[in-house]
């Protein structure tokens, strides 16, 4: 209804009507109403890829809508008070999808319990952060994996994915 979709596809910016005539509502592109599209969409996403079982891909959808939601996508990485002023409700739906469609194998609240688990709070422990990287899967003969080296797999480790998760970050900021 308000012009952003032509075909079922999202338009690009340049193809926005920038005049009188464009639908009610079509304008501000940067409104609150659009974010909440926007990350509806790239949740409905998510959703898809992972019911399809495309791990690799849900990783990196998992990723871009992190930063949708931090609002960090011009600059493609998070803060340390981005992750902590992270809304939860964005945080539960993502962990909900991922929880769903991996049986509850993979999910940023399983990697959560893994490293409560291993003894890890806010405070940097480098024997509970090398822990939680191996039995994640993270690391491999004692060095960390390069991401292509990840395993997109039902076969990964219990909490090996999302790769992308907050508990990732706040995990590794730990480690800085």
């Known amino acids: 209804r308000l012009g952003w979709r032509r075909g079922g596809n999202w338009l690009n910016y340049s193809d926005y009507n920038f005049s009188q005539t464009a639908p009610s509502g079509h304008l501000p592109k940067a409104g609150i109403v659009h974010l909440q599209i926007e990350r509806y969409a790239k949740l409905e996403r998510l959703k898809n890829l992972l019911q399809a079982?495309?791990?690799k891909e849900a990783d990196r959808e998992t990723r871009e809508i992190i930063l949708v939601v931090a609002n960090r996508g011009k600059e493609g990485w998070l803060r340390v008070k981005d992750a902590e002023k992270f809304p939860c409700k964005e945080l539960r739906s993502i962990?909900?999808?991922?929880?769903?469609h991996s049986g509850g194998k993979f999910g940023i609240s399983v990697q959560h319990q893994i490293y409560q688990s291993l003894g890890g709070t806010k405070e940097y422990n480098e024997k509970v952060w090398e822990s939680i990287g191996g039995r994640l899967g993270w690391r491999r003969g004692g060095n960390w994996l390069n991401y292509s080296d990840?395993?997109?797999s039902q076969t990964a480790p219990s909490g090996h994915l999302p790769k992308a998760g907050i508990v990732h970050l706040q995990i590794e900021r730990y480690a800085k």
């Open 53 to 55: 079982q495309n791990f």
């Open 95 to 100: 962990d909900k999808l991922w929880l769903e």
């Open 150 to 152: 990840y395993n997109f």
